[in-house]
């Protein structure tokens, strides 16, 4: 069956979109997880007939983005990983709408917005995320979120059709969409931005840039902020106070520099960071009375 299911695989793509038994660590900022068994790299026209072969030889599949927010097993991946990146990045400009296909990088789609004198997306500039990514999750900093740009999303629904959805049509609220619960697929995001001062813009870009480069350990591979923020409190400081600075397992640590970063600090494996933020979130509970809820999700066999 895989030999039938590689060889119509293979009428679809190109040979350097897909691979088999693919080495995932490569693919998540993390830098940690097992191989996926059939990576592709499919462009937009190629989505369909991949999902539809899949359907039919009942394969399971995940999308992933830039891998900026996912923890993967060390067993890795049965079934197909399909990246939306490079494949389909591009973004155009039409007065102060951006239009930006799922595989653009959000920093790239910031700089464009910026190189049209467009405001509103500096505080997605340092997210390192793609435009799927960053609408599924609903991604933000420094006060402001997705959800106060997106006009509409175009998804490819189950059904393999192509539907445009307004904002309000995604469920959108902290770190969170509908997107994943309906397996919709997002192909491109209008974005609304309005004029401004490039000069200005070009300043407030810079200025989080070092404010993020002061505050978080970046010099290191994460998934950026491990956990959500629970409703009254900072989980950094939960953290702090519950004594978890430099807390270790293995090779994985609470960031130093930054308690709510969980950091791969020296070779980590996936099971390593899966029992520090496993640790970490019956500390604080003990301690604090608060379950701390992951913001990193954690995808195939651990
Ligand atoms: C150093 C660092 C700093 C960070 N700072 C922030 C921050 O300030 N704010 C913030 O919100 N996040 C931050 N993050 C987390 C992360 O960058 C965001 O969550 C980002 O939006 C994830 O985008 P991605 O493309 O990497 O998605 P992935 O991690 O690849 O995937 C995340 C989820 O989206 C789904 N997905 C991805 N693309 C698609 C698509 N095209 N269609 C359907 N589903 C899709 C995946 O299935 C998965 O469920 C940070 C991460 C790092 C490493």
Request: neutral net charge.
């Amino acid at each position: 069956m895989k030999e039938e299911f590689l060889k119509h695989l293979q009428r679809i793509l190109q040979e350097d979109q897909w691979a088999l038994e693919e080495d995932m660590s490569s693919h998540v900022t993390f830098r940690t997880g097992g191989p996926a068994e059939y990576y592709v790299r499919p462009n937009r026209r190629q989505i369909q007939p991949v999902l539809s072969l899949c359907s039919r030889f009942d394969i399971p599949w995940m999308v992933i983005g830039n891998g900026s927010n996912l923890l993967v097993g060390d067993r890795g991946i049965r079934g197909l990983v399909m990246e939306i990146g490079k494949m389909m990045d591009q973004i155009s400009v039409k007065g102060d709408l951006v239009t930006a296909e799922a595989g653009a990088l959000l920093s790239s789609a910031a700089r464009y917005a910026a190189r049209e004198s467009l405001t509103g997306m500096e505080f997605a500039s340092g997210i390192p995320g793609s435009i799927g990514g960053a609408v599924v999750m609903n991604a933000g900093a420094y006060g402001g979120e997705m959800k106060q740009i997106i006009k509409s999303v175009t998804v490819l629904n189950e059904a393999g059709q192509e539907r445009e959805l307004a904002a309000e049509e995604l469920d959108l609220g902290y770190r969170h969409s509908c997107i994943p619960e309906n397996h919709w697929i997002v192909l491109e995001a209008k974005l609304q931005l309005s004029k401004g001062n490039q000069e200005e813009i070009l300043g407030r870009m810079e200025e989080l840039k070092s404010q993020r480069m002061k505050k978080q350990p970046l010099e290191y591979p994460s998934a950026g902020s491990a956990f959500k923020r629970p409703k009254g409190y900072f989980a950094g400081k939960l953290i702090q106070d519950a004594g978890l600075r430099g807390y270790q397992v293995g090779g994985a640590q609470v960031s130093e520099k930054h308690c709510g970063f969980v950091i791969n600090k020296e070779k980590a494996v996936s099971k390593d960071i899966r029992q520090l933020i496993a640790d970490v979130q019956d500390q604080v509970e003990a301690q604090f009375g608060v379950r701390l809820e992951p913001e990193v999700k954690f995808i195939g066999e651990f």
